[in-house]
């Protein structure tokens, strides 16, 4: 479907048979062009082009080549020396990409194309109508000036030459500035009428200057009488039919990071230049390969799509791509342009996917399309957008990203960070641009490349620091603590390696309680959606809150085909927050739409830092709409109002450290490694792969959502309508035990099944209080305490399973409120 010539019927027919326009020229128009008709009150046909990569997917080698055999034989006309000092300028949107191309097949010479996107802070050089268009103003935004200021050359490409008014009238308003003596046109096809040829001949003697053509074809439409009356009846007659069905989204976006190369533009929007082409060539081959590395396993025939202007970086991404892979790669490009879609092999647009604009643009909202893209066989779609675009309506409900969804089975985002003149690069990341949405932040990190969950799982506001040792054995961590008054969060505990017995606990654990927690998971994900958001951003605490997040989006898209967003971000005692995750989901969400999520509450301690924190970020930030209340499975301290159960219980996921969470470590804060305007870090532990079992957990507790659907239900109803208000029962009873067993500081109290699993794991106890009667939920506690030669000591009254204890007499440097050591 996606030939200018199908099965031997060429893409024009259809049009030409029921309006009588015909094609008439060079044997190759035919095979560059197809037909199709447009909603436009200027001009009822539009010229599809076959190898321009916007409306019709096409080899990306095939659309580069075009481009750069036209730039070499303008460099062929002008010669060496004037070649060397010529400008390109490419006209918006069809033809930014072919624009830049021929600058490549020129040499060396810098390049420019026009826009419809104004910039805060750049003034215009130039602008022009475009006559025919259904969007006409065109702005010039160079970040140098004197780019349009020599007299050398000025080589102007457009994707077909048909009346000569656009390029008429972008030499008008540049010569009228900056005359020169020599000016080429470069187009795909030249389809002017004799009398538009003689026109541009006139305007050249008129101005004085010598102007060329270059054309890899020529002929003119032929249009009968009446043939815009007959293009609006058509396209009103057939514009219904050609909707396509709605369909659900199968699964969200795969975000690709491409480490965009430092200090190179994302286009020719404002200048590029030959030291930028040079930096760019040299990180194609990484960039291509880390898009290879995301693609399914398997998949044959693949799309990279474009994003409007942005037609150059995924073209050359595209094109590399096609060298890396042995899949069928294919590029083409949204567009403003609307098309209507009849699905005939003789019409050049087959299909048509719509989608809401998602870069803010300056002429307000409306409707952009995606041609040839739905039923074109792909197995998977590389969108590319730069991150001005990468905004909440691309990821929204009707959005590129879900409209894509419906149609492959596979969707990969990769994001351009958008080129700003003088803006500051960022402190560190992959994209060091500065974004049109400043500061820039690094994209989150994903699986596989940063743990071990499927990619649309989560992902990770943190920074990799997995190539840094951080790692002490538990008694010199807490000396350093002690010693230096340095922070928990400055280093990372050994990670604790089970015995088998102790994996045979787990699997035991998982199996008789995964209903419970499923149960739990439905119970808390209804509550959210009924009462914080119908379409809520997930946002766990790394690391324990982020596989409950993983199965309350798993819930959602189980029970009401919802594919929630979820994110991981760091919060430290002491420290609050990480600022800059709350900048970053705040530029891309609307923060009264984000859920904080926890995996179980103790004391309530990160319930209290997290609500001072927002309260701080909003005091500082000016940014509102963020609320303090955790949503978590198991709230054994009444500490929230938004909870599965109350219900002190073991969560299998408690009993280990990375190797139930993704193989992510803690979260790390330390100075010397995370700057200004990073996140906070993390590392992911490939060498424990083998003792992986974060999806064994999540696939074991998501296998029993639907026996428990009905329960679920159920107790929904009964929560909704009961007092849920917040008692801290929990904080008073560790109070309690603080003072009874003469420790006098709660911070060294640990309430509840999980926290005394992490005291066990990553501290060094003093002693352990179970309540008689606990039973299996504390094995795994019991054998941690074996084998650390910890006593478990039985208490009849304890409003918890059990509690863990830390005592400063026994540890050399145990953590205060502060995350600093407790003074004795």
Same mark, same amino acid.
């Given at each position: 479907?996606?030939?200018?010539?199908?099965?031997?019927?060429?893409?024009?027919?259809?049009?030409?048979?029921?309006?009588?326009?015909? *094609?008439?020229?060079?044997? =190759?128009?035919?095979?560059?062009?197809?037909?199709?008709?447009?909603?436009?009150?200027?001009?009822?046909?539009?010229?599809?082009?076959?190898?321009?990569?916007?409306?019709?997917?096409?080899?990306?080698?095939?659309?580069?080549?075009?481009?750069?055999?036209?730039?070499?034989?303008?460099?062929?006309?002008?010669?060496?020396?004037?070649?060397?000092?010529?400008?390109?300028?490419?006209?918006?949107?069809?033809?930014?990409?072919?624009?830049?191309?021929?600058?490549?097949?020129?040499?060396?010479?810098?390049?420019?194309?026009?826009?419809? #996107?104004?910039?805060?802070?750049?003034?215009?050089?130039?602008?022009?109508?475009?006559?025919?268009?259904?969007?006409?103003?065109?702005?010039?935004?160079?970040?140098?000036?004197?780019?349009?200021?020599?007299?050398?050359?000025?080589?102007?490409?457009?994707? =077909?030459?048909?009346?000569?008014?656009?390029?008429?009238?972008?030499?008008?308003?540049?010569?009228?500035?900056?005359?020169?003596?020599?000016?080429?046109?470069?187009?795909?096809? &030249?389809?002017?009428?004799?009398?538009?040829?003689?026109?541009?001949?006139?305007?050249?003697?008129?101005?004085?200057?010598?102007?060329?053509?270059?054309?890899?074809?020529?002929?003119?439409?032929?249009?009968?009488?009446?043939?815009? @009356?007959?293009?609006?009846?058509?396209?009103?007659?057939? $514009?219904?039919?050609?909707?396509?069905?709605?369909?659900?989204?199968?699964?969200?976006?795969?975000?690709?990071? %491409?480490?965009?190369?430092? @200090?190179?533009?994302?286009?020719?929007?404002?200048?590029?230049?030959?030291?930028?082409?040079?930096?760019?060539?040299?990180?194609?081959?990484?960039? !291509?390969?880390? /898009?290879? =590395?995301?693609?399914?396993?398997?998949?044959?025939?693949?799309?990279?799509?474009?994003?409007? @202007?942005?037609?150059?970086?995924?073209?050359?991404?595209?094109?590399?791509?096609? #060298?890396?892979?042995?899949?069928?790669?294919?590029?083409?490009?949204?567009?403003?342009?609307?098309?209507?879609?009849?699905?005939?092999?003789?019409?050049? /647009? #087959?299909?048509?996917?719509?989608?809401?604009?998602?870069?803010?643009?300056?002429?307000?909202?409306?409707?952009?399309?995606?041609?040839?893209?739905?039923?074109?066989?792909?197995? !998977?779609?590389?969108?590319?957008?730069?991150?001005?675009?990468?905004?909440?309506?691309?990821?929204?409900?009707?959005?590129?990203?879900?409209?894509?969804?419906?149609?492959?089975?596979?969707?990969?985002?990769?994001?351009?960070?958008?080129?700003?003149?003088?803006?500051?690069?960022?402190?560190?990341?992959?994209?060091?641009?500065?974004?049109?949405?400043?500061?820039?932040?690094?994209?989150?990190?994903?699986?596989?490349?940063?743990?071990?969950?499927?990619?649309?799982?989560?992902?990770?506001?943190?920074?990799?620091?997995?190539?840094?040792?951080?790692?002490?054995?538990?008694?010199?961590? $807490?000396?350093? /603590?002690?010693?230096?008054?340095?922070?928990?969060?400055?280093?990372?505990?050994?990670?604790?390696?089970?015995?088998?017995?102790?994996?045979?606990?787990?699997?035991?654990?998982?199996?008789?309680?995964?209903?419970? +927690? !499923?149960?739990?998971?439905?119970?808390?994900?209804?509550?959210?959606?009924?009462?914080?958001?119908?379409?809520?951003?997930?946002?766990?605490?790394?690391?324990?809150?982020?596989?409950?997040?993983?199965?309350?989006?798993?819930?959602?898209?189980?029970?009401?085909?919802?594919?929630?967003?979820?994110?991981?971000?760091? /919060?430290?005692?002491?420290?609050? +927050?990480?600022?800059?995750?709350?900048?970053?989901?705040?530029?891309?969400?609307?923060?009264?739409?984000?859920?904080?999520?926890?995996?179980?509450?103790?004391?309530?301690?990160?319930?209290?830092?997290?609500? &001072?924190?927002?309260?701080?970020?909003?005091?500082?930030?000016?940014?509102?709409?963020?609320?303090?209340?955790?949503?978590?499975?198991?709230?054994?301290?009444?500490?929230?109002?938004?909870?599965?159960?109350?219900?002190?219980?073991?969560?299998?996921?408690?009993?280990?450290?990375?190797?139930?969470?993704? %193989?992510?470590?803690?979260?790390?804060? #330390?100075?010397?490694?995370?700057?200004?305007?990073?996140?906070?870090?993390?590392?992911?532990?490939?060498?424990?792969?083998?003792?992986?079992?974060?999806?064994?957990?999540?696939?074991?507790?998501?296998?029993?959502?639907?026996?428990?659907?009905?329960?679920?239900?159920?107790?929904?109803?009964?929560?909704?309508?009961?007092?849920?208000?917040?008692?801290?029962?929990?904080?008073?009873?560790?109070?309690?035990?603080? =003072?009874?067993?003469? +420790?006098?500081?709660?911070?060294?109290?640990?309430?509840?099944?999980?926290?005394?699993?992490?005291?066990?794991?990553?501290?060094?106890?003093?002693?352990?209080?179970?309540?008689?009667?606990?039973?299996?939920?504390?094995?795994?506690?019991?054998?941690?305490?074996?084998?650390?030669?910890?006593?478990?000591? $039985?208490?009849?009254? *304890?409003?918890?399973?059990?509690?863990?204890? +830390?005592?400063?007499?026994?540890?050399?440097?145990?953590?205060?409120?502060?995350?600093?050591?407790?003074?004795?």
């Amino acid at each position: 479907m996606n030939n200018a010539v199908n099965n031997g019927v060429w893409s024009g027919t259809w049009v030409a048979e029921r309006l009588g326009v015909e *094609l008439v020229g060079d044997d =190759e128009l035919t095979g560059l062009l197809g037909l199709a008709l447009r909603r436009n009150p200027k001009r009822a046909h539009l010229l599809v082009s076959n190898v321009l990569g916007k409306h019709v997917p096409q080899s990306p080698s095939v659309v580069y080549g075009h481009g750069l055999a036209l730039g070499r034989r303008v460099r062929a006309l002008l010669g060496a020396e004037e070649a060397a000092a010529a400008v390109v300028l490419g006209y918006a949107e069809t033809a930014t990409g072919l624009g830049h191309s021929v600058a490549d097949g020129l040499g060396s010479a810098p390049y420019l194309h026009s826009t419809r #996107r104004p910039v805060a802070g750049v003034d215009p050089a130039g602008g022009f109508q475009e006559s025919h268009s259904h969007a006409t103003s065109h702005l010039l935004l160079p970040e140098d000036p004197a780019l349009l200021a020599g007299d050398g050359p000025l080589v102007l490409v457009d994707d =077909e030459f048909s009346t000569g008014n656009t390029v008429l009238n972008t030499i008008r308003d540049l010569h009228a500035r900056h005359p020169r003596r020599r000016y080429v046109v470069v187009a795909l096809v &030249d389809m002017r009428s004799a009398a538009d040829t003689g026109r541009l001949a006139e305007f050249a003697n008129e101005v004085g200057a010598r102007v060329d053509l270059v054309a890899a074809a020529s002929g003119t439409v032929r249009l009968p009488e009446g043939v815009l @009356e007959k293009g609006r009846e058509l396209v009103a007659r057939h $514009e219904r039919a050609a909707a396509l069905p709605a369909q659900r989204a199968r699964r969200g976006a795969v975000r690709v990071e %491409l480490r965009w190369p430092r @200090e190179v533009p994302d286009g020719g929007r404002h200048g590029f230049t030959a030291a930028h082409r040079d930096r760019l060539e040299r990180a194609l081959p990484g960039m !291509a390969a880390r /898009i290879a =590395e995301s693609l399914p396993a398997g998949a044959r025939r693949v799309l990279v799509l474009g994003f409007e @202007e942005l037609m150059y970086a995924p073209l050359r991404l595209a094109r590399e791509l096609e #060298r890396a892979v042995g899949a069928e790669v294919r590029y083409s490009t949204t567009t403003r342009s609307p098309v209507l879609a009849v699905d005939d092999p003789g019409y050049a /647009i #087959r299909t048509r996917v719509v989608f809401p604009a998602h870069d803010d643009p300056a002429d307000g909202p409306g409707e952009r399309y995606a041609y040839n893209v739905a039923g074109g066989g792909f197995d !998977a779609v590389v969108a590319v957008v730069d991150s001005a675009a990468d905004s909440p309506a691309l990821h929204a409900a009707d959005g590129l990203l879900a409209q894509l969804a419906a149609h492959t089975p596979h969707v990969l985002l990769a994001v351009v960070p958008s080129y700003v003149p003088g803006a500051p690069a960022p402190h560190t990341g992959p994209a060091p641009h500065a974004s049109e949405r400043p500061p820039m932040l690094s994209e989150p990190l994903r699986g596989p490349a940063f743990s071990s969950y499927a990619p649309e799982e989560v992902g990770w506001l943190l920074r990799d620091l997995s190539e840094v040792t951080l790692e002490a054995p538990t008694e010199e961590r $807490e000396e350093a /603590i002690q010693s230096g008054g340095a922070h928990y969060a400055e280093s990372l505990p050994v990670e604790y390696q089970p015995s088998e017995r102790y994996q045979r606990l787990f699997h035991t654990a998982l199996d008789s309680s995964a209903a419970r +927690i !499923a149960q739990a998971v439905g119970v808390v994900t209804e509550t959210v959606l009924a009462e914080r958001s119908p379409r809520p951003v997930l946002v766990s605490l790394a690391r324990a809150g982020t596989p409950v997040g993983v199965l309350m989006r798993r819930w959602a898209a189980f029970r009401h085909g919802l594919d929630l967003p979820h994110y991981a971000v760091s /919060i430290v005692r002491g420290r609050g +927050i990480d600022a800059n995750a709350l900048r970053w989901l705040a530029d891309r969400h609307d923060p009264a739409d984000v859920v904080f999520v926890d995996g179980w509450t103790g004391k309530g301690a990160i319930t209290r830092e997290l609500a &001072d924190a927002l309260e701080e970020f909003e005091r500082r930030e000016g940014v509102t709409g963020f609320g303090p209340e955790i949503a978590v499975l198991a709230d054994p301290g009444s500490c929230v109002r938004t909870y599965g159960t109350r219900e002190d219980f073991l969560i299998p996921s408690a009993c280990l450290n990375s190797t139930v969470s993704g %193989l992510i470590s803690r979260t790390v804060l #330390r100075a010397d490694l995370v700057g200004p305007h990073d996140f906070h870090g993390a590392k992911f532990y490939r060498e424990l792969a083998d003792a992986d079992v974060s999806t064994a957990f999540l696939d074991a507790v998501s296998a029993r959502f639907a026996e428990v659907a009905d329960g679920v239900g159920t107790a929904v109803k009964e929560l909704l309508a009961a007092d849920r208000t917040p008692t801290w029962e929990g904080w008073a009873a560790v109070e309690r035990i603080s =003072e009874e067993y003469g +420790i006098h500081d709660v911070n060294l109290v640990k309430p509840g099944v999980g926290e005394t699993t992490r005291v066990l794991l990553r501290r060094v106890p003093w002693k352990i209080l179970a309540r008689a009667g606990a039973g299996a939920d504390l094995d795994h506690v019991r054998l941690l305490a074996e084998q650390r030669g910890v006593p478990v000591e $039985e208490v009849g009254e *304890l409003p918890y399973t059990c509690v863990g204890l +830390i005592h400063p007499k026994y540890t050399r440097g145990a953590t205060g409120a502060d995350g600093r050591a407790v003074a004795l």
